[in-house]
């Protein structure tokens, strides 16, 4: 199994990205994804959550109405549209797989770094 996010890098405060994780060698339509992050000197922050079927969402209120995450079970890929960025949310975005019965098959990105400044 491999999990490969892309997408992040420099952007000012205000701006927005789109952050890509793409899966391999397992059955994407089977597995809830979910966003992470960790910010430097922090605890690792859960930020959003999709069910495999695509249909229910969460998000952690530090990113709610900002964040949107989708999928595309046809490119087994998830998505992370940020916008309105803020210094905060400067942190190294990490995706995570976690089959959708069997918690124990869970599997994570290398992670992508997203820096918000001027």
């Known amino acids: 199994v491999q999990i490969v996010e892309s997408g992040g890098g420099l952007v000012q405060p205000g701006g927005s990205l789109r952050l890509s994780c793409t899966a391999s060698?397992?059955?994407?339509?089977?597995?809830?994804m979910r966003w992470y992050r960790r910010a430097p000197g922090k605890e690792r922050e859960l930020i959003a959550t999709?069910?495999?079927?695509?249909?229910?969402?969460n998000y952690a209120d530090s990113v709610k109405g900002r964040f949107t995450i989708s999928r595309d079970n046809a490119k087994n890929t998830a998505y992370l549209q940020m916008d309105s960025l803020k210094s905060e949310d400067t942190a190294v975005y990490y995706c995570?797989?976690?089959?959708?019965?069997?918690?124990?098959?869970?599997?994570w990105g290398q992670g992508t770094q997203v820096t918000v400044s001027s």
């Open positions: 995570n797989a976690v089959h959708r019965y069997r918690r124990e098959y869970a599997y």
């Open positions: 060698g397992l059955t994407f339509n089977g597995y809830d």
């Open positions: 999709m069910h495999s079927a695509g249909t229910i969402t």
